[in-house]
Nanobody
Framework: QVQLVESGGGLVQAGGSLRLSCAASGFIVSINAVGWYRQAPGKQRELVAT???????IYADSVKGRFTISRENAENTMFLQMNSLKPEDTAVYYC???????????????WGQGTQVTVSS
């Protein structure tokens, strides 16, 4: 069984910063692409950023230049540094990882439980 656990959410004023972390645990063989998604009330879940095992990144247009995704492969951990936060960034943020595990040897998408980010104006 693979688990993803997020941390680092909270309440911040507009213009502030937060750093989200996501730690993967379990019988992990390898982690391919990882990413952060978010879902605001009444809206669909949307991609925020992804990063491949080789370090290639993709960002949503709305966060380019403000957010940075990174990963620490040796620790099976990923991060999302969020700067210049705006009220429209308010959402539940979820981490996602495509994992090859001992118990599931084909790549499978796992999700964290979500962490709330609230940006006040």
């Amino acid at each position: 069984q693979v688990q993803l656990v997020e941390s680092g959410g909270g309440l911040v004023q507009a213009g502030g910063s937060l750093r989200l972390s996501c730690a993967a645990s379990g019988f992990i063989v390898s982690i391919n692409a990882v990413g952060w998604y978010r879902q605001a009330p009444g809206k669909q879940r949307e991609l925020v950023a992804t990063i491949t095992s080789g370090g290639t990144t993709i960002y949503a247009d709305s966060v380019k230049g403000r957010f940075t995704i990174s990963r620490e492969n040796a620790e099976n951990t990923m991060f999302l540094q969020m700067n210049s936060l705006k009220p429209e960034d308010t959402a539940v943020y979820y981490c996602n990882a495509r994992v090859v595990a001992l118990t599931k040897p084909t790549p499978y998408d796992y999700w964290g439980q979500g962490t709330q980010v609230t940006v006040s104006s």
